[in-house]
């Protein structure tokens, strides 16, 4: 059976014929009706195949033309944004191939527990449901996926009260279901292309931002949790308000996540953690009932997110039907949010560089600039192998990577389709390698976090480039990051 990762329905809202580039061989292929790309045979079951057309592609088709693709404000219902985060979360677990897929689930096994440790999930009549590394030991990795794809896609999103429902089904294993609780908390934005630009379509279902220090260190993710830490452990009067976000952040360690919708428009899931810089979102948590209990917070004078737009992270306007209670008719008013050129061009970026085989796009010199940005990206950091290279030595890599790379093909093919180099990529991959670098240059819970667990941080191999190598300069440079922003504000954090 034909089964596409990437449904038709989307692919559609691109165009009737997409063009395609190939990150693996190169290769080009021009107009490629929607059935013939973004599939591969046998991947569902066909009690799977037809739970995702009943219970999931068919509302969410109706949604979209109905609300989600017209101008001006978007207004859907808490039922209709259940259907969407549901969408969106299946949409990032249906393009995992099978052994990434279970090897990942196996991972968030401690975080998991930890997440179950932090929730009375005792009063959602939670089952006691088996961790993923217990299943696969009974069943097929392919079994263990469709299982996992059967519950997820028959989760009753209109009649859950809170995502917790989703520890009633025992076909799901444990890092599953805190998973895609810790996705439902997210918060979710639209964003529009740039009036020069276009979205690609990546074929990785849904692609994410991490923190800078995410990309600078190969995979620490301590921004966002540092903070919430300090904040829990020294506000006295709302220290519980941030158990939440905190939650959240030990499974869903992205800013955030995004999904295409058409070649205008994506939408996006956000980190609950954003929520705190917006002063008409409503902190707090909700109880078993439904009752929502609400804590007054500070804003976070740090900055995660690689993209410096806060504008961008606005919540909606909620209108509740019943004051401090999460209703089914509740409703969510959206702005959608347009990108600005150098924000258009990293987005793309990321679709890009995310993407596993095939990237789709449907107008090439609105794109053409993101794939210039991306050989240049890809030329800059693969040109430097160690900290004490040679200069010449990294400008002839820098040579070679950018007459080599993959990134060649679909720029001539471009350029013969009319296309104009128009911006400059040199000045904007400096520009947002400085944006990557900001938080942690300014984070002082990131040194406050790391000179309190000591140990930890002298033997993270990952860290011992802040010290070329020498795991005492590390922690002497950690000392003097925390001394300095110390200073910077005024001896108190």
């Known amino acids: 059976m034909k089964n596409h990762y990437i449904p038709q329905l989307i692919i559609n809202r691109f165009s009737t014929a997409l063009n395609v580039f190939n990150l693996d061989t190169a290769e080009i292929r021009e107009k490629r009706p929607s059935n013939k790309i973004f599939f591969t045979k046998d991947i569902y079951t066909d009690e799977v195949e037809n739970s995702l057309n009943v ?134 934005a639209f964003w529009d292309a740039s009036d020069d630009g276009e979205f690609v379509l990546s074929d990785a279902g849904i692609v994410s931002e991490y923190e800078g220090f995410h990309l600078i260190t190969g995979g620490l993710d301590i921004s966002k949790t540092s903070y919430l830490l300090y904040q829990m452990e020294n506000d006295k009067k709302n220290g519980s308000a941030y158990i939440r976000p905190l939650q959240t952040c030990s499974i869903m360690y992205e800013n955030y996540d995004l999904f295409n919708i058409s070649s205008n428009r994506c939408i996006v899931a956000i980190n609950p953690f954003f929520r705190l810089y917006d002063s008409k979102s409503r902190n707090g948590h909700f109880e078993k009932d439904g009752s929502f209990v609400e804590s007054i917070l500070k804003q976070p004078e740090i900055w995660p997110a690689i993209i410096q737009n806060k504008d961008l992270f606005e919540t909606p306007l909620t209108k509740y039907i019943v004051h401090d209670f999460y209703l089914p008719e509740d409703l969510f008013v959206y702005k959608p949010k347009k990108l600005n050129t150098k924000e258009m061009i990293y987005v793309n970026s990321l679709l890009i560089n995310e993407s596993k085989y095939w990237i789709g796009f449907n107008e090439p010199c609105k794109v053409f600039s993101s794939f210039e940005y991306c050989l240049e990206h890809e030329s800059q950091y693969q040109s430097v192998t160690s900290a004490k290279q040679p200069l010449e030595n990294i400008i002839t890599n820098y040579a070679n990577n950018l007459m080599n790379s993959k990134f060649t093909a679909i720029i001539k093919w471009c350029l013969d389709n009319g296309c104009k180099t128009e911006k400059n990529v040199l000045v904007l991959f400096q520009e947002l390698t400085d944006d990557i670098f900001r938080d942690f240059n300014s984070n002082i819970y990131i040194y406050n976090y790391y000179l309190k667990h000591y140990d930890e941080a002298y033997n993270l191999t990952q860290l011992d480039f802040l010290g070329g190598g020498d795991k005492q300069k590390k922690m002497e440079y950690l000392v003097a990051g925390y001394n300095r922003l110390l200073a910077e504000r005024g001896g108190k954090i």
């Open 55 to 188: 219970h999931l592609e068919r509302p969410f088709s109706s949604l979209l033309k109905r609300k989600l693709l017209s101008d001006g404000e978007i207004e859907i219902t808490r039922t209709d944004l259940m259907l969407i985060k549901k969408y969106m979360f299946i949409a990032s677990v249906r393009c995992q191939d099978l052994e990434h897929f279970c090897s990942l689930l196996c991972s968030l096994e401690h975080n998991a527990d930890l997440f179950i440790k932090t929730v009375d999930l005792e009063g959602f009549k939670r089952k006691q449901l088996k961790h993923s590394k217990e299943m696969l030991e009974t069943m097929s990795k392919y079994d263990f996926f469709n299982q996992q794809m059967l519950a997820l896609t028959e989760f009753d999103y209109k009649n859950a009260l809170t995502p917790y429902e989703l520890f009633n089904d025992e076909r799901l294993s444990i890092e599953m279901a805190v998973w895609a609780c810790s996705f439902y908390f997210s918060y979710v």
